[in-house]
């Protein structure tokens, strides 16, 4: 496995010590493959590769006269497959031809010899790894609030340090293999091996992570070994002219729902090439791990489509598993964790397949996390259907806590894809066009505002502090963002306008997107110092429908919240396990978040020795309406 997985040292252009550039391609259905390119003033036929056993091509470029390699750095180069154009499917760097010179060059990506005289050196150790998994998921292009695409440079400058003092500790970066396709979020990936040239140089994102590194940040890169771009000229697909390859050939190739092309994970080079893929990234970037994307739809012949999961094991081991994906996930895991003793992957499935989440060791799939798709699901239906008065508190206790035991998740509450253009966000659900004209704090705030900014944290909360053993949220979603994303294409005549994220909103003294922010940033320094999520799941010791109440414990903390949209309570009774005095820690009710300060800080609570709700004492506190609050023991109860 070791040295299986570093194909990428092998494959495509190696330019050794003395300048000779070695380049090896597998293309087991090609007649011919010739390099060519500005090297060799396009000579479509001047370097033909050999043809080596087992699918192999290679070609050798010795140096000039100076020592100094054949092609240079930057250079343009094609691979000429059966005559046809292709690009390397181990190229490291590609850009699509400029826009003033694309009716000459065409739009297709074109690769570049990357070989700069030197390469950025990561500086600073990886982070050790999170306790608690606090995840921060970022689209480098859409992270600046100007319309345009971002930078790996501004990213690093302007929006890291943003992410470390909101108090997050993972950063997840979406759509880093280059896609064709910018509307495609990033999953539909055409070269797996280079990172997006539209925000920037290979190197610039190794300067980017080396700084995330700095701050004390780990670092994810959402990959996509699930399926590929069905591009041919610029993509893997059709690479040695024939439909195979590194894919299944007819239909089993092909994800009609995705227009997507399907991995053969039975094929040695497949393998090779997908192992090699994880390696370069933890190797050459600095990667501290994987969200690995289209998880369902790689476990189960159907996809996943069309298909209820109740939980029933025969739902799972049947026929309908592709075993091949399965075993190819225990692979990937076993080596993430091999070569990297920190390393973290994440599944995104929403079968919730058993031992998904346990050690390969044990006959699990090795993954750490899985995210809790269902979450978000149930607040955008609760929201959407809903009214206040009919939210069925026992149904969210129960989907938030409903999770594979000793099987860890990462609850969030809204995913990426409710933040395009056709759906909406929580914010957008609560707020709509109050979010436009309602959000200024030079002006009293309305019902529909005081609502909004009230369920926002206490969602927000109480999927942090019950739903997993670790959470996500969706660059800008901590503060509301009021707009949706949406790409440039030709519906909205390539605009970048809502291809963006307006944190200057949440810098604003003067609007109330600030009270969000601060929350998020509030919650995520309290689960720093109280560490509920690295601890058992909650025990949740109150449901009640009629007056809109949950409490749980988790790490010693007292959680409680009221949903009731004009019920306040005071000397709400509530069981609590350990006896002593408690202090408010975190407050959604507290000005700083916008809150109306109906609660004192100043005034602790103490537990009595009588047992209620099966718990071994309890205390009574005060729950104005729509508000949620955590308490933490600070010292023994006055009262025994």
């Known amino acids: 496995m070791e040295q299986f997985s570093q194909g990428y040292k092998q494959f495509g252009a190696q330019v050794l010590s003395d300048g000779t550039i070695e380049w090896l391609e597998w293309a087991p259905a090609a007649v011919s493959l010739h390099l060519y390119g500005e090297f060799n003033e396009w000579n479509r036929y001047s370097h033909p590769f050999q043809k080596l056993d087992f699918g192999r091509w290679k070609l050798v470029l010795k140096p000039d006269s100076s020592g100094a390699p054949a092609i240079k750095h930057l250079q343009k180069v094609k691979i000429l497959v059966n005559n046809e154009d292709r690009i390397s499917p181990w190229a490291s760097y590609v850009v699509q031809p400029p826009k003033d010179r694309q009716h000459e060059e065409g739009v297709a990506y074109v690769q570049h010899f990357w070989n700069p005289p030197t390469k950025h050196k990561l500086k600073h150790a990886r982070p050790q790894r999170p306790k608690s998994l606090r995840v921060y998921e970022c689209h480098v292009g859409i992270s600046s609030w100007e319309g345009k695409v971002n930078t790996y440079k501004d990213f690093k400058q302007s929006v890291l340090p943003r992410i470390s003092k909101l108090g997050y500790n993972t950063l997840q970066l979406m759509a880093i293999m280059e896609h064709a396709y910018y509307g495609s979020f990033g999953y539909q990936v055409t070269s797996f091996f280079a990172p997006s040239s539209r925000y920037g140089t290979p190197e610039e994102l190794k300067e980017l992570i080396d700084e995330a590194h700095r701050l004390g940040l780990t670092v994810l890169l959402d990959v996509v070994h699930s399926h590929a771009s069905k591009n041919v000229s610029d993509g893997l697909n059709m690479w040695d002219g024939s439909d195979a390859g590194y894919f299944h050939s007819g239909a089993r190739g092909n994800h009609d729902l995705w227009d997507s092309r399907l991995f053969n994970y039975t094929n040695w080079e497949t393998l090779r090439f997908l192992l090699s893929n994880l390696r370069l990234w933890i190797d050459v970037y600095g990667f501290d791990g994987f969200r690995f994307d289209g998880v369902t739809s790689m476990l189960y012949h159907s996809r996943g489509l069309g298909q209820a999961f109740s939980g029933d094991y025969n739902e799972y081991f049947g026929l309908n598993t592709d075993t091949e994906a399965v075993v190819y996930l225990m692979l990937a895991n076993h080596l993430v964790h091999t070569v990297l003793s920190s390393g973290i992957t994440v599944a995104e499935d929403v079968s919730g397949m058993p031992a998904l989440c346990r050690p390969v060791d044990e006959g699990g799939t090795g993954f750490d996390y899985r995210l809790a798709m269902a979450v978000p699901d149930m607040w955008i239906k609760i929201l959407k259907e809903l009214k206040d008065e009919d939210?069925?508190?026992?149904?969210?206790?129960?989907?938030?806590?409903?999770?594979?035991?000793?099987?860890?998740?990462?609850?969030?509450?809204?995913?990426?894809?409710?933040?395009?253009?056709?759906?909406?966000?929580?914010?957008?659900?609560?707020?709509?066009?109050?979010?436009?004209?309602?959000?200024?704090?030079?002006?009293?705030?309305?019902?529909?505002?005081?609502?909004?900014?009230?369920?926002?944290?206490?969602?927000?909360?109480?999927?942090?502090?019950?739903?997993?053993?670790?959470?996500?949220?969706?660059?800008?979603?901590?503060?509301?963002?009021?707009?949706?994303?949406?790409?440039?294409?030709?519906?909205?005549?390539?605009?970048?306008?809502?291809?963006?994220?307006?944190?200057?909103?949440?810098?604003?003294?003067?609007?109330?997107?600030?009270?969000?922010?601060?929350?998020?940033?509030?919650?995520?320094?309290?689960?720093?110092?109280i560490g509920w999520l690295a601890a058992d799941p909650g025990y949740v010791s109150t449901k009640h429908q009629d007056d809109k109440v949950i409490v749980f414990e988790r790490a010693g903390a007292v959680f409680c919240f009221n949903f009731h949209f004009n019920k306040s309570f005071a000397d709400y009774k509530i069981g609590v396990e350990q006896s002593g005095e408690y202090e408010i820690c975190l407050d959604t009710d507290d000005s700083k978040f916008g809150g109306q300060m109906r609660r004192d800080p100043k005034i602790h609570a103490h537990t009595f020795p009588e047992g209620y709700n099966g718990r071994r004492c309890h205390m009574c506190v005060y729950l104005p309406s729509r508000t949620a609050m955590v308490l933490r023991r600070v010292g023994e109860s006055n009262f025994k």
């Open 391 to 529: 939210w069925d508190i026992a149904n969210i206790v129960h989907t938030l806590t409903n999770r594979r035991w000793k099987e860890s998740c990462i609850g969030y509450c809204e995913s990426h894809d409710q933040a395009l253009v056709g759906d909406k966000t929580i914010a957008f659900w609560l707020m709509d066009k109050e979010m436009y004209t309602g959000m200024s704090c030079l002006q009293p705030s309305n019902d529909i505002v005081d609502r909004g900014i009230a369920l926002h944290k206490m969602i927000r909360l109480i999927t942090h502090g019950l739903s997993g053993e670790g959470y996500l949220n969706f660059i800008g979603n901590e503060f509301g963002h009021p707009e949706w994303l949406d790409f440039p294409r030709v519906g909205n005549n390539e605009s970048y306008h809502y291809a963006r994220r307006q944190f200057n909103l949440s810098d604003d003294e003067n609007l109330r997107y600030k009270f969000l922010n601060n929350f998020d940033a509030a919650m995520n320094h309290a689960e720093e110092q």
